[in-house]
């Protein structure tokens, strides 16, 4: 049975499959060639169109009453390509972001890799590793260490400051070297 224009859209604004699927049959080639046009690609060209049907579909009890369906879906046609296009060039300007700021970081990391030092790298995690060793040494022979390593005191001096004999200021130092090189061992061969 043949349709006029005014008959199928009557139909379709009332919900009918059939007088939907023949305007799908009929529009949708050349639709897609439409988009095509603009778009380059044929597989978006029909998810575009594709979309554009669903839009005919959801929003068929607004279509007035004097629609024609080649004008009207060349508009939504249009429409979704200029939509789909916005879309992709800021997603390009996203990807073109993203790139610069990946070309930025690999440049710095480059030049921060052609600078680095690495035995002040290692000197660096060495004395981290020193200083935890040391603060990890029992109170008193932490403080007989630190007095005799950074303090630059004798042994005598020591002995005097903490009121211990000088034997004792030797056994504290002795045991906090043996304690910091079980603690450095990965570090020495």
């Not at 046009?37 to 049907?53: G, K, M, P, R």
């Not at 790298?121 to 990890?136: C, G, N, P, R, Y």
């Not at 630190?146 to 001096?157: F, N, P, V």
């Amino acid at each position: 049975m043949e349709m006029n224009n005014q008959q199928l859209l009557a139909k379709l604004k009332s919900g009918d499959e059939d007088a939907f699927k023949l305007v799908f049959e009929e529009y949708f080639p050349k639709m897609k060639y439409f988009a095509n046009e603009y778009l380059n690609d044929l597989d978006d060209a029909s998810d575009v169109v594709q979309n554009t049907f669903a839009i005919l579909w959801e929003k068929r009890t607004l279509l007035a009453d004097d629609t024609h369906f080649f004008n009207f879906l060349l508009s939504l046609v249009k429409n979704q390509c200029v939509d789909f296009l916005r879309k992709k060039q800021s997603q390009q300007k996203y990807i073109e972001q993203s790139q610069d700021i990946y070309e930025e970081n690999f440049s710095l990391n480059l030049y921060a890799l052609e600078n680095l030092e690495v035995n002040q790298v290692f000197l660096s995690e060495l004395e981290e590793k020193i200083q935890h060793a040391i603060d990890t040494l029992p109170d008193v022979n932490r403080r007989t260490f630190i007095l005799s390593r950074h303090d630059g005191l004798k042994y005598a001096e020591i002995a005097e400051k903490l009121n211990v004999s000088t034997k004792t200021v030797e056994k504290r130092i002795s045991a906090s070297l043996i304690h910091i090189r079980e603690r450095l061992n990965r570090y020495f061969v």
